[in-house]
Nanobody, 120 residues
Framework: VQLQASGGGLVQAGGSLRLSCATSEGDLSYYYMGWIRQAPGKEREFVAGISWPGRNKNYGDSVKGRFTISRDNVMHTVDLQMNSLKSEDTAIYYC??????????????WGQGTQVTVSS
């Protein structure tokens, strides 16, 4: 599956952004989906994951209560609503997919990434 992430940008601390992931080839049926981020000089970090068809969701500790992951199984998209953004949320955000297990930093399918920059 080929993934394309969009929606990144520059936002002030406390603001919100909504990222979206779509597929340019195939569809997202039966895939575990998720978002991974990587800040400069840091390791990749799990942000959020969602099962198929969307009943189970999980979040990294640093974003719990602020970020919400969702999926539209008709449009084959996965969104990440990010609220109360902090400067430490600045990173490249990647959409990932895994057919066999919940999304993680070891997911086999990755999108190209979208930059999120939070100014303090």
């Amino acid at each position: 599956v080929q993934l394309q992430a969009s929606g990144g940008g520059l936002v002030q601390a406390g603001g919100s952004l909504r990222l979206s992931c779509a597929t340019s080839e195939g569809d997202l049926s039966y895939y575990y989906m998720g978002w991974i981020r990587q800040a400069p000089g840091k390791e990749r970090e799990f942000v959020a994951g969602i099962s198929w068809p969307g009943r189970n969701k999980n979040y990294g500790d640093s974003v719990k209560g602020r970020f919400t992951i969702s999926r539209d199984n008709v449009m084959h998209t996965v969104d990440l609503q990010m609220n109360s953004l902090k400067s430490e949320d600045t990173a490249i955000y990647y959409c990932v997919a895994d057919r066999a297990m919940p999304a993680s930093t070891r997911a086999p399918f990755w999108g190209q990434g979208t930059q999120v920059t939070v100014s303090s």
